[in-house]
Every structure is written in structure tokens, then in C-alpha cells.
């Protein structure tokens, strides 16, 4: 607005400056309408510029100032402009003509626009109408339209004489506000809405709004029913209402009658009580009935029935008083007096177990459901018209386990451990309705266990040492029957009879030689050929062969060990001294096998064979020629081998001339003795005569060699041999 009023003025001013001399005077009018008009609603201001030829713009004030609307072009010598912004009240309103290059700017005249407040329009409602004394009633009013502001005052009372009783603010056209001070009787309501900027105030319709006095709330209870004869019944009445605690008397009725059995009982704080040992047997129907006071009506309780019975008294007996699960057990329920009609319910803690209807104030249940422990049965009479229920004192009943018997067969009594041979445990539990588990143990051991089926649990096993078992069943026990044990079974597991046999090679041997032993374990299998052919039963058809080791000895003197593999143990010794040896194997047995001892083998142990060989050098000597005899004696070696490690023989050897003679014909004569060295005797002779001799060397062994004689050897010893020489000289000669 000051920039668009500063630029009218620059230019009046430059229009004064060039029209100084030439510029024509204007006159400028306003007018606007509608006028009056509402807040909101829409004015419009026309200016009119005389000579009609001007131009320019014209601006529109409002109590002077800066202009509010404009600038607007004059067109044909008008420009109008319109707003909905003025607010409540009186505007002096007026417009400017700038003025242009012809014509000089003018003022208009003022023009009173009177801008008045919207009417409303006002509702009111009460509720609850009617009300009781005391109660909230709620005041609310409605003011259209709904964008008014400001507060709504409700009152009681028309005209001059309305008492001001709240007040509300308004949101969204609603005033609404809570009262409850309103006295008993009829109040003319109204509500008044003092307006705000924009909206004018208005005044509602009148709502009659009655205040009744309230009935109050009356509940009548009693000390309990059932109740007993001469015993005391306690009645008590509690009145209540909205509008604060009544006060004034209650009186209580019996039945329809028209005048009270107790009472008037005066209130306190709403409550009133009363008691009473005169109600007779039977039903009675009570009410309370309460006078009312200034504030409150009077009233009736509802109807509430109090039952009044005789006392009663019951027993129970259980027999017998300590039982066994599943027996049958007698329950006797004795109620007095015996004229008491109806049921007697039977429990064991607070489980029902069973009812049963009294007759001559008896009552019996039998039950055989009773689980394995301690209960607490009692009887529980549930009373009839005239006769108060009762409890029984409880009765301790003992429920105990069925007492059971094991017994325990182990077939066959006698088996052959590590055959794969089967134990079949059969346990039998009586009774045969037992239920649960077996255990089978071998002493303190557990060695299986298996379910009872009809009485019986069957575990068969096949892992038993060999040894005596003494093999016992357990019966667990279940929820009615008592575990038990049964006698010990001795089984008596045999370990597997063996027989061993020797086989020595070779038989006969010589000194150093080496010698196998060869000891075969194998179970003994008691029936022959025919008889398995037959049918008879294998001992042992699937043992496993023997294990651990065998002992060879020779006598009583041990001379090695082997371990078995595949029943065999193999042992070689090359130390027998010479002579008989009466050889054995003794198997020590394992966890299944049983030691046992082979039959005795002899072998008999020679000397080495030794063989003797003469050489004689020269083969062929003259009389006192030295003749060299060297005799070499060996072991003999068998084509099997044996004494390739024989140390060399020892001993001495005599050289035999075998020359005939007249005296003898072939005897044999010493010529000499060496002693062996290194397998070999050397004697060395001149003293043999012309002739043709046959020489033999006779080994004549030693501890561990053999004597032998080696084969002859002809020695020819004959004359000296002659040279004769024969020289010529001179040779040449002439």
C-alpha cells in the first residue's frame, strides 16, 4: 500500500508539473452496496471520475490511511473494486483519482459503510429429563452456524428472574455442561449466547426440566442360608442413592405379611441390621422395606429366600479300614436324625468318588478303585428341605500294593561258554495281572530286563562267562502290585572241553638236529561221525577256535611256549641232549576253552653220523720213505639238512695197516693214533715194509659224534729204484 500510494503521488505531482498550465479539474463520487451489509459478506465500492475521458487509476481508502483496495484503471470514467474483509462496525470509506497528463487527480466523498455481526440461531436440549434430585443433567446448546465462538449461559429461570446455573465455552456450535444442583420440581431452562466478533448473541428456546425425588437402591442380604433352627439369623439392609446417604428406618417382612417381624431399624450410614432366632423350619421369603426421607422415596429390597433346617450329624466307616489295590472297600454313612431324606456324596480329599440315596439315615457305597496310598474318605450329606448338610469326620483308609512272588527258570541249567549256546530266563510273576518290567541280574549285575506279558518275561542271553551264575529276577513293581525277587538259579557255565595233540618231526633225530613240535587245540567233540549221521547234538557246533598258549616241555622241564592261531601252536628246538625224551603240550586254557595236555611223544635223540676219509701221500712209497696219513671225519648231512651248524667232531683217530700175513690173514694193525684237530688227525709213517698195504683210519667218536672208519687205502711200498750210469772218455775220441 505505501509503495502503490507513493507512486500516486509521483505522479500527481509529475501531471501537476507538465499540466501547470493545461490540467482540467475532476470530480470524483463514490458508492457502495450493498450498505448495510454482514461480516463475510461481499461489498462493492464503485468510483466515478467526471470528465469520463480521464484515465489513470483510482486507490480506495478506509478512514483514511493508506489505501485498502486499489490501485484499479478508470474505465469510461468508472472503477470498482469489492471485498468480504470489512469488519463489524462503521467504515468511512473514500476514493482517490490520481489524475493523468489531462486531468487533475480528486477526493470523493465519504460513504458510511456499515458492516453488522451474522446472526445466530440458538437450540437447547436437556437430558435425562426428567431427572431425579441429585442426578447430572446434562445442558447442551446448539449454535448455528457452527464457526461461532464465545460462551453459552444456561439459566434457570425466565427473563430478569433467571439465576445463572453454567456456563459452556462453544466448539464446533456446542456448548454442553454438567449440573446437578438442581432442586425437586419443575425448572424453566434457557441458554444465551453473548456473540463474538463476527456472530451476534441470541437466545434459546425454554426446555422444563423436572427434578424428581429419587428412588434409591435397596438390597437386602442375610448371615447365610441355610440357616439353622435357634440359631441366629442376621439380616441386613443397605440403601443407597445418587444424591448423597439416605437416612429414616427400614423394617423387614417375612413372607406377605402386612406388619414386620423386625424392625423399624433406624439407618447408618445406608445400613441397617437386625437378627433374629425365631425363624421356624422351612423356607422363608424375606424383604426390606425402607420409609423414604426428605430426599429420597420409600421403597422395597427385592424378595431374597432364607432356608432354615435342622442341624444333622453324619459318620462313616470304612471296612475293611486297610485293604489291597483292587479290593473291594465298604463305605457306611450314618446320618441323625435318621429321618433325613436325601443324598449322601462320597470323597476321597475333595475327589467324589460315589453318591448314594439314605434310607433310615444310611447310606452305602463299595468301591475296589481305590489306587495304592493313604486317603481321606469322608461322607458329605447335601442336606433336604428341613435338614442342614453335613461332613463326616474323615476315615483314614490304607490302600497297599498287592503283594507278588517271582520265580525264575534258566534253561538249559548247564551251557558252554563262547559256544553261541542261548540261556532262556523265564521270570513268572503271580499274580498274572501284574504289569511293568523284569530285570534279570547275574548277582549284583544287570544283565537284561524284558516287559511282562500275562505274568511272564523271557530273556535269553548267550554272553555268560564261564563260571558259576547265580542269576536272580527282579520284578519292578507297578501302581498296584509290590516288586519282589526271586530264589537265586545257579547256572553253571562250562568252559569248552579241549583235547591238544603233539605231532614231533621228524621222530627220531640226532644231536643238534632241529626238531618242529606242532600242538593242535580243538574242542572235544564227544560224538563220532555215526552218531552226528544219526542226529545226536553237536556239543559245540559253532565255537570259535581255542586262544592263548601252549607249553611244550620235555618231561617235566619246560622248553618253550608258542601262541595258538587257528588252533595250532608251532615250536622248534634244536637243544634235545642225546638219549629218549618223553615230549608234551600243555594248552592253559582261556575264557571259554579248558586247559588240557596232549599224550606224551617220544623222541629219541642219536648221536651225530660221522663219516672218516684216509688219505694217504704218496699213494706209492719206498721202503723208509715217510708216508704222510691224514684222516678227515665229518657229520654226515642228510638230505633233510639237519646239523648244518654241527661244530667240528672231536676225539681221536687210529690208523690201521690191514697188510696179510701168515699169522692173521687180514688182521688189522695199529700203526698209529692222532688226535682230531679241526676235523682232521694227521699221523705220518716210514716204517712200513715192501709190500702191497691197505690202510683205514677208525674214528672213535665222542660225547656228541658218532665212531665211523673211513674206506681203505692201498698204499704199495716198493724196492728202491736204481740208476746206473755209464761215461765214456775221452768222447769223442780219435
Known amino acids: 500500500?505505501?509503495?502503490?500510494?507513493?507512486?500516486?503521488?509521483?505522479?500527481?505531482?509529475?501531471?501537476?508539473?507538465?499540466?501547470?498550465?493545461?490540467?482540467?479539474?475532476?470530480?470524483?463520487?463514490?458508492?457502495?452496496?450493498?450498505?448495510?451489509?454482514?461480516?463475510?459478506?461481499?461489498?462493492?465500492?464503485?468510483?466515478?471520475?467526471?470528465?469520463?475521458?480521464?484515465?489513470?487509476?483510482?486507490?480506495?481508502?478506509?478512514?483514511?490511511?493508506?489505501?485498502?483496495?486499489?490501485?484499479?484503471?478508470?474505465?469510461?470514467?468508472?472503477?470498482?473494486?469489492?471485498?468480504?474483509?470489512?469488519?463489524?462496525?462503521?467504515?468511512?470509506?473514500?476514493?482517490?483519482?490520481?489524475?493523468?497528463?489531462?486531468?487533475?487527480?480528486?477526493?470523493?466523498?465519504?460513504?458510511?459503510?456499515?458492516?453488522?455481526?451474522?446472526?445466530?440461531?440458538?437450540?437447547?436440549?436437556t437430558s435425562p429429563n426428567p431427572s431425579s434430585f441429585g442426578q447430572t443433567v446434562m445442558l447442551t446448546a446448539n449454535v448455528s452456524p457452527a464457526d461461532a465462538t464465545g460462551t453459552v449461559n444456561f439459566f434457570d429461570g425466565l427473563g430478569v428472574a433467571g439465576i445463572a446455573i453454567a456456563s459452556a465455552s462453544v466448539s464446533n456450535g456446542v456448548a454442553s455442561v454438567g449440573v446437578s444442583a438442581l432442586a425437586i420440581g419443575t425448572h424453566k431452562l434457557t441458554a444465551s449466547y453473548g456473540?463474538?466478533?463476527n456472530y451476534s448473541g441470541s437466545s434459546s428456546n425454554t426446555v422444563n426440566q423436572t427434578v424428581s425425588q429419587p428412588t434409591p437402591t435397596i438390597t437386602l442380604m442375610t448371615s447365610g442360608s441355610p440357616s439353622i433352627v435357634n440359631n441366629p439369623v442376621t439380616l441386613t439392609a443397605n440403601v443407597s442413592g445418587a444424591s448423597g446417604t439416605?437416612?429414616?428406618?427400614?423394617?423387614?417382612?417375612?413372607?406377605?405379611?402386612?406388619?414386620?417381624?423386625?424392625?423399624?431399624?433406624?439407618?447408618?450410614?445406608?445400613?441397617?441390621?437386625?437378627?433374629?432366632?425365631?425363624?421356624?423350619?422351612?423356607?422363608?421369603?424375606?424383604?426390606?422395606?425402607?420409609?423414604?426421607?426428605?430426599?429420597?422415596?420409600?421403597?422395597?429390597?427385592?424378595?431374597?429366600?432364607?432356608?432354615v433346617q435342622n442341624a444333622t450329624t453324619t459318620s462313616l466307616k470304612a471296612v475293611p479300614a486297610s485293604s489291597t489295590a483292587g479290593q473291594n472297600v465298604v463305605l457306611t454313612a450314618a446320618v441323625l436324625p435318621s429321618t433325613a431324606a436325601g443324598f449322601v456324596t462320597f470323597l476321597d480329599g475333595s475327589t467324589i468318588i460315589g453318591a448314594a440315596p439314605l434310607n433310615a439315615g444310611t447310606a452305602n457305597f463299595s468301591t475296589s478303585s481305590l489306587s495304592v496310598g493313604s486317603h481321606s474318605l469322608t461322607a458329605s450329606y447335601g442336606g433336604d428341605t428341613n435338614d442342614a448338610p453335613s461332613v463326616s469326620s474323615a476315615v483314614l483308609e490304607t490302600v497297599n500294593q498287592i503283594a507278588t512272588t517271582t520265580s525264575l527258570q534258566a534253561v538249559p541249567a548247564s551251557s558252554i561258554a563262547g559256544s553261541g549256546q542261548t540261556v532262556v530266563l523265564t521270570a513268572g510273576i503271580s499274580p498274572s495281572t501284574a504289569t511293568g518290567t523284569v530285570t534279570f541280574l547275574d548277582g549284583l549285575t544287570i544283565i537284561g530286563a524284558a516287559q511282562l506279558s500275562a505274568g511272564t518275561a523271557i530273556l535269553s542271553t548267550s554272553s555268560l562267562s564261564a563260571g558259576s551264575h547265580s542269576l536272580t529276577a527282579s520284578y519292578g513293581g507297578d501302581t498296584n502290585d509290590a516288586p519282589s525277587v526271586s530264589s537265586p538259579v545257579t547256572e553253571t557255565v562250562n568252559r569248552i572241553v579241549t583235547t591238544t595233540s603233539l605231532l614231533a618231526a621228524p621222530a627220531s633225530s640226532s644231536l643238534g638236529q632241529t626238531v618242529a613240535l606242532t600242538a593242535a587245540v580243538s574242542p572235544s567233540i564227544t560224538t563220532t561221525a555215526v552218531a552226528l549221521a544219526a542226529g545226536a547234538q553237536d556239543p559245540c557246533p559253532s565255537c570259535s577256535p581255542a586262544t592263548g598258549t601252549v607249553t611244550f616241555l620235555d618231561g617235566e622241564t619246560i622248553i618253550g611256549t608258542a601262541p595258538l592261531k587257528a588252533g595250532i601252536a608251532n615250536f622248534s628246538t634244536s637243544t634235545l641232549s642225546l638219549g629218549s625224551h618223553s615230549l608234551g603240550a600243555s594248552y592253559s586254557g582261556d575264557t571259554n576253552d579248558a586247559p588240557s595236555v596232549s599224550p606224551p611223544v617220544t623222541e629219541t635223540v642219536n648221536q651225530i653220523a660221522t663219516t672218516t676219509s684216509l688219505k694217504?701221500?704218496?699213494?706209492?712209497?719206498?721202503?723208509?720213505?715217510?708216508?704222510?696219513?691224514?684222516?678227515?671225519?665229518?657229520?654226515?648231512?642228510?638230505?633233510?639238512?639237519?646239523?648244518?651248524?654241527?661244530?667240528?667232531?672231536?676225539?681221536?683217530?687210529?690208523?690201521?695197516?690191514?697188510?696179510?700175513?701168515?699169522?692173521?690173514g687180514t688182521c688189522s694193525t695199529t700203526i698209529g693214533a692222532a688226535p682230531l684237530i679241526a676235523g682232521q688227525a694227521i699221523f705220518s709213517i716210514s716204517t712200513l715194509s715192501m709190500g702191497s698195504h691197505s690202510l683205514t683210519a677208525s674214528y672213535g667218536g665222542d660225547t656228541n659224534d658218532a665212531p665211523s672208519v673211513s674206506p681203505p687205502v692201498t698204499e704199495s711200498v716198493g724196492q728202491l729204484t736204481t740208476a746206473t750210469t755209464l761215461a765214456a772218455a775221452p768222447n769223442p775220441s780219435v
Request: aromatic share 6%.
Open 1 to 125: 500500500m505505501n509503495s502503490f500510494r507513493a507512486i500516486c503521488m509521483l505522479a500527481l505531482l509529475a501531471a501537476h508539473a507538465v499540466l501547470a498550465v493545461a490540467a482540467e479539474p475532476t470530480t470524483t463520487s463514490l458508492m457502495t452496496a450493498p450498505n448495510p451489509s454482514t461480516v463475510g459478506q461481499t461489498v462493492t465500492l464503485t468510483a466515478t471520475v467526471s470528465p469520463a475521458n480521464a484515465t489513470g487509476f483510482v486507490a480506495f481508502y478506509d478512514n483514511g490511511g493508506f489505501p485498502f483496495l486499489g490501485p484499479v484503471r478508470l474505465v469510461n470514467g468508472s472503477a470498482a473494486a469489492t471485498t468480504s474483509a470489512l469488519t463489524p462496525g462503521t467504515h468511512m470509506l473514500t476514493a482517490s483519482y490520481g489524475g493523468d497528463l489531462n486531468y487533475l487527480g480528486s477526493q470523493s466523498n465519504t460513504v458510511n459503510q456499515v458492516v453488522n455481526k451474522t446472526s445466530t440461531i440458538i437450540s437447547f436440549a
Open 195 to 197: 456473540g463474538d466478533l
Open 246 to 307: 439416605p437416612t429414616g428406618n427400614v423394617s423387614f417382612f417375612d413372607g406377605n405379611s402386612l406388619f414386620p417381624f423386625l424392625g423399624p431399624v433406624s439407618l447408618s450410614n445406608g445400613t441397617a441390621s437386625a437378627q433374629t432366632t425365631a425363624l421356624t423350619a422351612g423356607m422363608h421369603l424375606l424383604k426390606a422395606h425402607y420409609g423414604g426421607d426428605l430426599t429420597y422415596q420409600g421403597g422395597d429390597s427385592a424378595t431374597i429366600p432364607q432356608t
Open 616 to 664: 694217504a701221500v704218496p699213494a706209492s712209497s719206498n721202503p723208509g720213505q715217510t708216508l704222510a696219513l691224514t684222516a678227515t671225519v665229518s657229520p654226515a648231512t642228510p638230505i633233510t639238512g639237519e646239523c648244518v651248524t654241527c661244530s667240528p667232531a672231536t676225539g681221536t683217530v687210529t690208523f690201521l695197516d690191514a697188510a696179510a700175513n701168515g699169522t692173521c
